[in-house]
Nanobody, 117 residues
Framework: QLQFVESGGGLVHPGGSLRLSCAAS????????VGWFRQAPGKEPEGVSC????????YYADSVRGRFTISRDNAKNSVYLQMNNLKPEDTAVYYC???????WGSGGQGTQVTVSS
């Protein structure tokens, strides 16, 4: 059964850092792209970053480029998101999902990131 488990969220001050983890089970990520998404209260989901598990190519939304870094560990079937210089507008539930045949699937329960002073 396909399953994602996200972790690593928390409460940080503006300018702080967090590292999110996304662990997949039930299938191997090797031939797919995996993306991080976020959804803030009252807002639509937003694509943050994605990585090709095959060749490591990456994409970042303009809002996070230069602050966030996505990485992968194929041996652990996991993807990570290092978030630096966090801003209050980064506050959201973050979740990961797999892209298959050009379509993003469902993510896990997500992990809450709150940036506040």
């Amino acid at each position: 059964q396909l399953q994602f488990v996200e972790s690593g969220g928390g409460l940080v001050h503006p300018g702080g850092s967090l590292r999110l983890s996304c662990a997949a089970s039930g299938f191997t990520l090797d031939n797919y792209a995996v993306g991080w998404f976020r959804q803030a209260p009252g807002k639509e989901p937003e694509g943050v970053s994605c990585v090709s598990m095959r060749d490591g190519s990456t994409y970042y939304a303009d809002s996070v480029r230069g602050r966030f870094t996505i990485s992968r560990d194929n041996a652990k079937n996991s993807v990570y998101l290092q978030m630096n210089n966090l801003k209050p507008e980064d506050t959201a539930v973050y979740y990961c999902a797999r892209r298959r045949l050009g379509v993003w699937g469902s993510g896990g329960q997500g992990t809450q990131v709150t940036v506040s002073s």
